[in-house]
């Protein structure tokens, strides 16, 4: 059978009735990509895979959320819907309410996007309120606005949109047969680490997957409220998308961590940064800086032993490395680009050139 989409898929695990006009953009069923060369070259005997997330319609994770949240938002009788964001959750946002044909205003910080997703919201006509902030201070907006004005928000405090993101521990354990031993997620709000736990300790109720996996969180260094204990005042990095000081899911996350036995850590920029090409470069998979922290973090812990080798490891690739083509542009040897012109013998030096 052919779904359109992970509510028609799912739909007797979510929120939705017979009658209830589903908004769907046939997001879902990404592809759960076995790496090979990463592990030969950690020397180490590991099942790790990578969960492709940038291959949904917008290009991220945020698409399985926004689906249901906007399908409810529908549902209930709105005609706008608004969010803050580092980028993503506005294309999402931007593109679902095109879908809909209701409004989406999205609140994101000034010069701090990456081009691509800025791209999407302008595209699809959503109202951009740019703020002279961070992140954190667009969502202390955005929660006061939903009280005063006839919007529905569509943050992952939406219970809606954890309820979309749980499905891609489904679609995890119905392609390994159960659930991995390890979970590695990149974590800004940690609402995506949240619903991944619900999915699996869903399934696992239901006789789904004889286990539940080990939840890895992994943030950016100056951007780690998770590893330093508190809220980060002013929150940096280059991973945009997780560029959160005060995540929106700090309790669940914090339970969930402990329940499945599971830890935080953090990375540098440059290690994102390096995680990021090498994906690229080895595996030949392009996904954005804040998603390549999932992998930085099963490498350093497959490499320390924290992760025993044996283990089934999936780590999730939140967005599409085109999110960001400035970053990835910036980071690339300019001096591989060789200028010629069209004649055969300047062609065919530059390949010899190259053997
Ligand atoms: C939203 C997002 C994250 C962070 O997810 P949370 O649910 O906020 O923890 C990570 N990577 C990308 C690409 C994102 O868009």
Redesign the pocket.
């Known amino acids: 059978m052919r779904y359109t989409g992970l509510i028609e898929k799912y739909r007797d695990r979510l929120p939705v009735g017979d009658s209830t006009r589903i908004i769907s953009l046939g997001e879902g069923n990404t592809p759960l990509i076995k790496l090979e060369n990463i592990p030969k070259e950690l020397g180490k005997e590991v099942n790790l895979y990578v969960k492709y997330e940038g291959l949904n319609p917008t290009g ?3 698409d399985r959320g926004m689906t249901m949240a906007v399908t409810k938002a529908v549902e209930s009788g709105s005609e706008a819907i608004i969010c803050a964001s ?4 506005s294309a999402a946002a931007a593109a679902y309410a095109a879908r809909a044909g209701i409004k989406a205003f999205v609140v994101i910080p000034e010069g701090k996007i990456a081009l691509g997703k800025l791209a999407q919201a302008m595209i699809h006509g959503s109202t951009i309120i740019q703020i002279k902030g961070n992140f954190d201070d667009g969502m202390k907006i955005v929660k006061e606005v939903s009280n005063h004005a006839p919007v529905s928000i569509v943050n ?1 405090i939406n219970p809606f949109r954890l309820q979309g ?1 749980k499905t891609a521990a489904f679609e995890i354990i119905e392609e390994l047969g159960s659930a991995p031993d390890y979970h590695c ?11 991944h736990w619900m999915g699996y300790t869903e399934y696992h109720e239901i006789g789904k997957s004889d286990s539940t996996p080990i939840m890895l969180g992994y943030q950016a260094e100056g951007a780690a409220p998770f590893i330093k204990g508190s809220r980060v005042d002013n929150p940096e990095t280059i ?1 945009t ?2 560029r ?1 000081g005060n ?3 700090w309790d669940q996350a914090l339970k969930l961590s402990k329940e499945s036995n599971g830890w935080f850590d953090a990375f540098t920029d440059k290690e994102i940064l390096a995680t990021q090409k090498m994906l690229t470069k080895k595996e030949g998979v392009f996904c ?1 800086p ?2 390549a922290t999932s992998v930085a973090g099963a490498m350093r812990d497959i490499k320390l032993g924290k992760i025993p080798e044996g283990s089934s490891v999936v780590c999730t690739l ?2 599409h490395g085109l ?1 960001d083509p400035d970053t990835a542009i910036a980071q690339c040897d300019q001096s591989a680009m060789i200028n010629i012109n069209p004649t055969l013998e300047e062609v065919k030096k530059a390949i010899l050139d190259q053997m």
């Open positions: 991220s994770f945020k580092t980028g993503n959750t992952s993101q997620l990149p974590v800004g709000n940690a609402g995506n680490i949240t619903a991973a998308a997780i959160i995540p929106q899911s954005e804040a998603s939140t967005g999110k």
